[in-house]
Every structure is written in structure tokens, then in C-alpha cells.
């Protein structure tokens, strides 16, 4: 920094007057540019900044990708019609889209009042309590398991239980990849209620059910819903798990009227999957166009996840 | 709660006051019931959330008892799956799962953590405030914010890299990857096929294209606990280490990354267990051919990939059989989470220095 004179006599116009450096030979502290540490220096720098701009590469490609190609096929046809036959033209896929939203909300019902009221009896509970110790070591060895794994759960306990596939299964499935996340998340948000406001509630005599309902878990909504979109978008997006347990229809989820929740039913993600090892043009551009619907799902979800996130700081 | 309201005596009859208008009283009968009731409810549920994983470890493993029972040892060392012997062994998926894990972690730490040094400490933030003060603009109103946007931006990019679901990179890797390394991969099997990781031409699927694209998968976990890890090294650290005159790469190779090491490490323990039960760019990528080979382009197959593929089109036979192979998945993925946790302590006592 000492050789940079110029923008400390800038500041400081008394400087030359006193000069401080009177004693000191300027040249010999300067440093050369060529010295191995600084060449060291540069080189590394330049390989970093390379390297992040090479990692980026992908996502710029896979945007690309998805808007030339999926963004080419995109019209109100995609929503409204079944996926084609090989060699068929046209086609859509909302079934598909019905049967990933079906799916995921099934499984979101399943997975928010069982996250949130484990969250409840976390956060409630004492530090030393063994129970909490447990549900949290199984959260985070849940968060690291493989998604394939909680299908093949599902296709044990309910494909092979029920007698066929169906969305009930696949929504199983993505209730065991969601619980972790939104348990966590919800005994974060409860754990950052103000204590004077639980203690508000506990003084004015109300039961901890009460302080529960009326005081806690309103407060924590904001929080709780970015953990639960957060899950939803995670799960919106997987495809191992649905593949032997929803497995994929070529129909609309309704037949005769009503919704029928225990039979084989499609989704975005299979779909892709499915299309993506076929030789036909028309197949492969749905897939792509597919792939943009889903990303457009999942990173709506996301956003909204995190503009919760982001208001609940504000507060 | 309720009862000491009730023996507490004030002199005066405030209290009792109090009660006696309604305003103040203790949780009537049934308030108490609903208390219990709900805690008890909250309770059970976290009961049941402690024993879903085991379960789930205890649902795979009744259902492979059969094929574990007629297979024994040689499902895991022997290399046929062949379903009209009945013969199935699973070595090649082993190796498969491991190898493709093991390759797209080298590649997707080293990008990883490159990326994560990169934000931490701050190139970007600094190159562009540089550019600025060329130009004089570092402290107008509108420009001055500029270095910090662009770091949040780049952050952001980044993540958005995991938001992406893995169907879509198997897809995207089918018809960008592959038709782009293709013609470099045969000419290297062509011109240096002597070397064993060039043996064999690459015709479509294989293994390197599916490490690459799951490598890609594996960079923004990285990336994120590692720059974490970066940015929570005290910066008096750093301060010192400049005070003492050292460049800017040697304070990142001697300070930054040493007293990191134990959350960088632990960011590649975790993109490891994720390698290892990736399922889908695999399935679609690296061309699920029964084969042991370490060449980089030869077809390859992994756990997760056969269980994706052979389980939709499994009898009743086959399932045992695939629930062993899950068996095995499951205690690969918790071996190295354990042993991962266990090198994490020990390797980065040593590494951390006083903070």
C-alpha cells in the first residue's frame, strides 16, 4: 500500500510539508510484478475467475436449451391434450402437469401437518429431551437420503400392499423427501417467535395448546410456508422415486366423473423421462417443452418461497 | 398452571375478585383435555418421525431377506444379471456407483470449491469496484452498490444451479453433452487408447458424460457450504495475514482455506452421499450396460440407475432381488456418511488453527 503515494498525498494536502518518508528509500520498497509469488498470485486469480465463469456454462447452456427448444413447442395445445402415440404429431401433456400438481398436493398434505406438529413438540420440547435428539438425528440423516430409496419404500409399503401403482404411493414417496425440510425449517420458525410474546401468552394463563395455536405457529406461518415451498419445489422437480410408484398414464386423472387417486397417474417429470429415450422429433420436443413447464413450476415455487424468506426478515 | 392460582392466598380478595368475575379463571375441564390431547398428538408424531427411518431400513431389508438369503456373498462379487437364469449379481453397479462418485466429486469440488474461494473473497466484488474507480464512478450514487449486486447476482446464479431438477440435466446432458464431447473422446481413444481411460470409443452414453453433468449436480451444494464455511473465517485472520505481508493466494492457501478445511470437507462428505444415490442424469447418461470397465467412455451402470430402470417392469421374483440391491445402496450411502463424519474430525483438528 506504501507505494500508492499518490492517493495519500490526495487526502492529506500538509503530507509534503512533514513528509513522513523523508528517511526511507521509496524505490526499495516497491514490489515487482514479475516476482514468482505475484505471478503465483495472478495465475491463481485467473484460474478461479475461469474456473466460476466455466461453472456457469451448464446453467446459461441449459437455459438455452430449454427456451430454443421447449420454448419453440409452447402453446395452449401443450395444456389442454394428451401425450401422443410414437409417430403421432401434436399432442400435449396436461395430464401430466394435473398429475404432478395432484401428486405433489397429496403429498403436501400428508407432509405439512406431520412436519409442522413434530416442529410443535421440537420446539416445545427441553434441550436434554432424548426424543427431540432422536427426531432431529433422524431429520438429517433423512435429508441425505438417497430420493431413489424413499421410492422404493413406497413401492414395498404401498404398491406392493395396495396392488398396483398409484399417485397415493408417489405422493408417499415425496412425503418422506418434503418431512426433513419443513420439520427443520418450522422448528426454526417457531423457535423465533419473541419469547416475550410466548410469555405473554403463558402469563395471561393460556395453555400451551393455546399459546400454541393463538400465538406461535401465526406467528411462525411466514416461516413454516418458505420451509414448505421450499420442500414443494424439491420435490416438484423428483422423478426417481415417482417412477415405480406413480409410474405414468396416457389418460386424464378423472374416468366417470370423479378422481381416482389409486390408479397410475402421469407427471412432468416421468414424462421427460419416458420421451427422452425415444427417436421420434415430436416426442423430444415435448420432453423439451416439458422440461420448461417443470423448471418454471419449480422455480416458481422457489421465488415465492423466498420473497417469504425475505419478508419475514424485514419484520 | 392452575394451581397456584388457587392456594395462593392475597389479603385483600383481590384475587378472588378477579375470579369471581369470570375475567380470571384456571383452563376449564375440557381446555385441559384439548392441552393433552394435542401435546400428545404432537408427541406421537414425533415418535413416528424418529422411526420412519428405521422403518424404512427395516421395510428394505425384510423384503430382500429371500434373495439375501438365496444369494448370499456372491450378489455382490459376481458380475452376470441375467434374468432368464435367474442369475443376478450386482458387482458391476457397485463399481459403477462408486466410480462415477468418486470422479464427478474430483471434478465437482474442484470447480465447486474454486467458485466458493471465488465469492468469498470477494474477485468479483474487487474487480468490478477496480473498473469503477478507472472509470471514476466508484462512489457515484447509482454505481457504488454496483460491486455488492453483482456478488449477490453471481451468488444467486449459482444456486440456481440446485433448483433445477435432475430430469432436466439428464435431458439436457442426452443433447448437449454427449454430441459435444463425442468427437474429443474418440479422438483420444483413437490417438492415446493405450491408456486405459481411453480404451474405448465413446458411441452415446457412458461415463463421462454422466459425470460431467453430475458433477454439475454436485457443484452448488458445494459451492454454498464451502463459501459458508470462507466467509465465517475471522477476517482479523486474514488482516494479520496481509499485516505480515503475504500475497492474496498465499493468505487463501496458508490461512483462509486451512481454518475453513472442516466445512469444506464436510460440504464434499455431503455432495458424496448425493453422488452416490443420484439417480435420474445417470439413468439417462451413462448407458446401463452390466460392465466393469475404467475407461471413460465405456457404458457403465449404477444402484440407482438399475433400481430406476428395473423396478417398473419387476415380478414378484425380481423384487427380492432389486430390495438386496437397494439394501446395498442404502448401506453404502450410510457407510460413507458415517465415515465421512468420523475423517471429518480427524482430519481437520490439525488443519484448524486457533480462532
Given at each position: ?315 | ?124 466484488a474487487q474487480a468490478i469496484f477496480v473498473t469503477l474507480r478507472a472509470l471514476k464512478l466508484q462512489y457515484k450514487p447509482l454505481w457504488q452498490r454496483l460491486p455488492d449486486r453483482a456478488e449477490h447476482a453471481l451468488r444467486n446464479l449459482i444456486e440456481l444451479l440446485a433448483a433445477i431438477p435432475s430430469v432436466v440435466y439428464g435431458l439436457w446432458g442426452i443433447f448437449v453433452v454427449i454430441p459435444a464431447i463425442r468427437p474429443l473422446c474418440n479422438q483420444l481413444n483413437e490417438d492415446f487408447g493405450w491408456i486405459s481411460f481411453f480404451a474405448t470409443p465413446l458411441s452415446g452414453p457412458g ?149
Open positions: 500500500m506504501l507505494v500508492d503515494e499518490g492517493s495519500g498525498a490526495h487526502e492529506r494536502p500538509s503530507a509534503q510539508a512533514l513528509d513522513p518518508f523523508a528517511g526511507i528509500d521509496l524505490q526499495a520498497l516497491e514490489k515487482s510484478l514479475l516476482r514468482p509469488r505475484s505471478l503465483f498470485n495472478a495465475a491463481a486469480s485467473g484460474l478461479v475467475s475461469l474456473m466460476t465463469c466455466l461453472a456457469l456454462v451448464p446453467l446459461f447452456s441449459v437455459i438455452w436449451m430449454l427456451l430454443s427448444h421447449g420454448g419453440k413447442r409452447l402453446s395452449l395445445t401443450l395444456f389442454t391434450e394428451l401425450p401422443p402415440a410414437p409417430l403421432e404429431a401434436g399432442g400435449g401433456f396436461g395430464n401430466a402437469i394435473l398429475g404432478t400438481l395432484l401428486i405433489v398436493g397429496l403429498a403436501t398434505l400428508i407432509a405439512l401437518p406431520f412436519g409442522v406438529l413434530t416442529a410443535v413438540f421440537l420446539s416445545q420440547a427441553e434441550h436434554d429431551n432424548r426424543l427431540a435428539q432422536g427426531v432431529r438425528f433422524a431429520a438429517k440423516v433423512l435429508t441425505g437420503f438417497p430420493s431413489i430409496l424413499a421410492g422404493v419404500f413406497a413401492y414395498g409399503s404401498v404398491v406392493l400392499l395396495t396392488g398396483g401403482f398409484s399417485a397415493v404411493a408417489g405422493a408417499i414417496a415425496l412425503s418422506i423427501l418434503m418431512l426433513p425440510t419443513i420439520t427443520l425449517t418450522s422448528e426454526d420458525a417457531i423457535r423465533m417467535v419473541p419469547a416475550k410474546m410466548h410469555e405473554a401468552a403463558v402469563g395471561m394463563g393460556a395453555t400451551p395448546t393455546q399459546t400454541v395455536w393463538t400465538v406461535l405457529l401465526p406467528t411462525a406461518v411466514p416461516g413454516i410456508a418458505t420451509g414448505a415451498m421450499l420442500a414443494i419445489a424439491r420435490a416438484a422437480g423428483e422423478t426417481a422415486p415417482l417412477l415405480f410408484t406413480a409410474l405414468f398414464s396416457n389418460y386424464w386423472l378423472a374416468s366417470h366423473g370423479h378422481i381416482d387417486v389409486m390408479r397410475p397417474t402421469a407427471s412432468l417429470a416421468v414424462l421427460i423421462y419416458n420421451f427422452a429415450g425415444v427417436p421420434f422429433d415430436n416426442q423430444l420436443e415435448l420432453a423439451w417443452a416439458a422440461a420448461l413447464v417443470l423448471v418454471l413450476l419449480v422455480l416458481t415455487t422457489n421465488i415465492i418461497g423466498q420473497v417469504l424468506s425475505s419478508r419475514r426478515l424485514e419484520h | 398452571m392452575a394451581s397456584p392460582l388457587r392456594v395462593s392466598t392475597v389479603p385483600g380478595g383481590a384475587l378472588e375478585d378477579a375470579l369471581s368475575t369470570g375475567l380470571a379463571r384456571p383452563p376449564s375441564m375440557r381446555q385441559r383435555l384439548v392441552n393433552k390431547t394435542f401435546l400428545t398428538v404432537c408427541q406421537s408424531f414425533a415418535w413416528l418421525m424418529a422411526l420412519l427411518v428405521a422403518a424404512i431400513v427395516l421395510q428394505i431389508a425384510v423384503q430382500a431377506t429371500p434373495a439375501v438369503k438365496q444369494y448370499g456373498v456372491d450378489f455382490l462379487t459376481g458380475t452376470t444379471w441375467d434374468a432368464n437364469t435367474k442369475q443376478y449379481s450386482i458387482l458391476p453397479e457397485i463399481w459403477g456407483t462408486l466410480y462415477s462418485s468418486v470422479l464427478a466429486l474430483m471434478l465437482g469440488s474442484a470447480f465447486g470449491i474454486a467458485a466458493a474461494v471465488f465469492l468469498a473473497e470477494g474477485f468479483l461415463m463421462l458424460p454422466a459425470v460431467i453433468v453430475l458433477s454439475i449436480m454436485l457443484l452448488p451444494t458445494i459451492t454454498a457450504l464451502s463459501r459458508d464455511a470462507l466467509t465465517s473465517v475471522p477476517s482479523k485472520l486474514r488482516m494479520a495475514a496481509y499485516g505480515m505481508g503475504a500475497t492474496r493466494w498465499e493468505t487463501i492457501l496458508a490461512v483462509s482455506v486451512p481454518t475453513a478445511a472442516r466445512g469444506i470437507f464436510g460440504a464434499i462428505v455431503i455432495a458424496f452421499g448425493r453422488a452416490l444415490g443420484e439417480t435420474m442424469a445417470l439413468a439417462m447418461l451413462v448407458g446401463n450396460a452390466n460392465r466393469i470397465s475404467v475407461s471413460l467412455f465405456s457404458p457403465a451402470n449404477t444402484l440407482a440407475a438399475l433400481l430406476a430402470n428395473s423396478f417398473p417392469e419387476a415380478g414378484p421374483k425380481e423384487v427380492g432381488v432389486l430390495m438386496y440391491a437397494a439394501l446395498v445402496l442404502l448401506a453404502i450411502t450410510m457407510l460413507v456418511n458415517v465415515f465421512g463424519s468420523l475423517l471429518l474430525t480427524r482430519a481437520s483438528r490439525h488443519l484448524e488453527g486457533a480462532r
